[in-house]
């Protein structure tokens, strides 16, 4: 397997993947017992975010196959994305200001096809060395806590030892915990 840059010709892979992890029926989720993705990321925006200095995009590939991927960006390029977003987050006054004046990199997505064991640990592996060699200080994520909680997820970023620093609620009701790990 080789983890790398996400290049033009990855993009129906990541779909592909991508479509295999979304939480399908948002409104009766039962018990999910693996981790999931809520909001998809389409083709267009991909291809947007490739060229882009603020944005890196990792796939797992077996020979020309993506197994999975990772999506992050620069924070502030987030806040752009998603307005309003800080101003929903409630966290303590150090974490805001942790997230106002340092350079942190917001982990959108990460994705792996069932069954490929050991894919989402090269994945964030390899975007924590790109993050700290951008000099990057942190890295946070939002896992759904509400309607459904993402256990899955939740275990497999503390183990990376991100923790828990604040949470944001949407306008459609959903709650998530924001992780964060320092890196610098």
Not at 42 to 57: D, F, G, H, Q, T
Request: hydrophobic letters at 40%.
């Amino acid at each position: 397997m080789e983890v790398g840059f996400a290049k033009a010709e990855d993009i129906d892979g990541i779909i592909s993947v991508q479509k295999r992890r979304l939480l399908r029926e948002k409104k009766n989720v039962g018990i999910v017992k693996e981790g999931f993705l809520v909001y998809p990321v389409s083709s267009k925006e991909l291809k947007e975010l490739l060229p882009r200095e603020n944005a890196i995009i990792l796939v797992a590939k077996e020979r020309e196959r993506v197994l999975g991927y990772i999506l992050s960006y620069d924070l502030n390029f987030w806040r752009e994305l998603k307005p309003g977003w800080y101003e929903k987050l409630n966290a303590s006054e150090h974490v805001k200001q942790v997230l106002l004046r340092k350079k942190v990199l917001y982990l959108r997505h990460i994705a792996r096809l069932k069954g490929c064991k050991g894919v989402g640990t090269r994945l964030l592996s390899e975007l924590m060395k790109i993050a700290k060699r951008r000099k990057y200080e942190y890295v946070i994520c939002e896992i759904l806590e509400s309607p459904v909680k993402n256990k899955t997820s939740v275990n497999f970023f503390e183990k990376f030892g991100f923790v828990p620093a604040g949470s944001v609620t949407y306008s459609d009701g959903f709650k998530w915990r924001i992780f964060i790990k320092k890196l610098l």
